[in-house]
């Protein structure tokens, strides 16, 4: 079992849309946890981070934890084609790396 | 601020041969990180520095890869012999090495085994 899952998709939303896109993980270890997106031939780019268990809102994005059932969510509103990426889940314990999901392909129709 | 810069952008070589990879951080960053993406697959840790001293080189295939980070600033990263399963994305990351500051990452070197 991969420590952290991910919906590889790919998911295709029409423009203005709310996105909803969600990872599992199994380590109880882990304390931070972020979403990056990932364009095509770039490197993963940070989007949210988070500490713990709760909701960080950032414009368009809000990103939530639940530890109590290792889930983690990230919500797109509004979403636009310029959204259309892989978005990556990740986790870690703290000062070590990072552990990521395999990313969800997401394609935002105009 | 400048981001973590790396080079080349692509590289191909064929099996057997070596290649290097070479990693600049962003500037006082004390932790350094290398990164292996397979087409389809989320990056996979290889080694993980902290000033000029490796915390977590566990899952670094150490038959052909190497890495180091002499001075503490940039790194280079090397695979001899390449095998074709070596074809992928090498990313390399930065944090402050604080645990609550997160990691960036540069845009990668494309690598292809003929």
Redesign the interface.
């Given at each position: 079992q991969k420590e952290?899952e991910?919906d590889?998709g790919p998911l295709s939303v029409p423009e203005g849309a709310i996105v909803s896109l969600n990872c599992t993980y199994s380590n109880s270890a882990f304390q931070?946890f972020?979403w990056?997106r990932q364009y095509s031939?770039?490197?993963?780019?940070?989007l949210m981070?988070t500490?713990s268990s709760g909701n960080k809102e950032d414009g368009r994005f809000t990103a939530q934890v639940d530890k109590s059932s290792k889930y983690i969510s990230l919500f797109i509103r509004d979403s636009q084609p310029s959204d259309s990426a892989t978005y990556?889940c990740?986790s870690s314990t703290?000062?070590?790396?990072?552990t990521?999901?395999?990313?969800t392909r997401l394609q935002v129709q105009p | 601020e400048a981001g973590?810069a790396q080079s080349p952008r692509y590289k191909i070589i064929e099996k057997r041969q070596s290649v290097a990879f070479w990693c600049n951080p962003i500037s006082g960053h004390a932790?350094l990180?290398w990164?292996q993406q397979i087409l389809?697959?989320?990056?996979?840790?290889l080694i993980?520095f902290q000033n000029n001293g490796v915390?977590?080189d566990s899952q670094l295939p150490k038959d052909r890869f190497s890495a180091e980070r002499l001075k503490g600033v940039d790194s280079t990263l090397k695979i001899q012999p390449a095998k074709l399963e070596d074809s992928a994305v090498y990313?390399c990351a930065s944090s402050s090495?604080?645990?609550?500051q997160?990691?960036?990452?540069?845009?990668?070197t494309?690598l292809s085994i003929l």
């Open positions: 952290v991910q590889p931070y972020m990056y031939r770039k490197g993963p780019e940070l981070y500490y990556l990740a703290g000062r070590r790396a990072l990521f999901g395999s990313g | 973590v932790t990180y990164y389809g697959q989320g990056p996979k840790l993980q915390v977590d990313l090495g604080q645990s609550n997160p990691q960036h990452f540069g845009d990668g494309r």
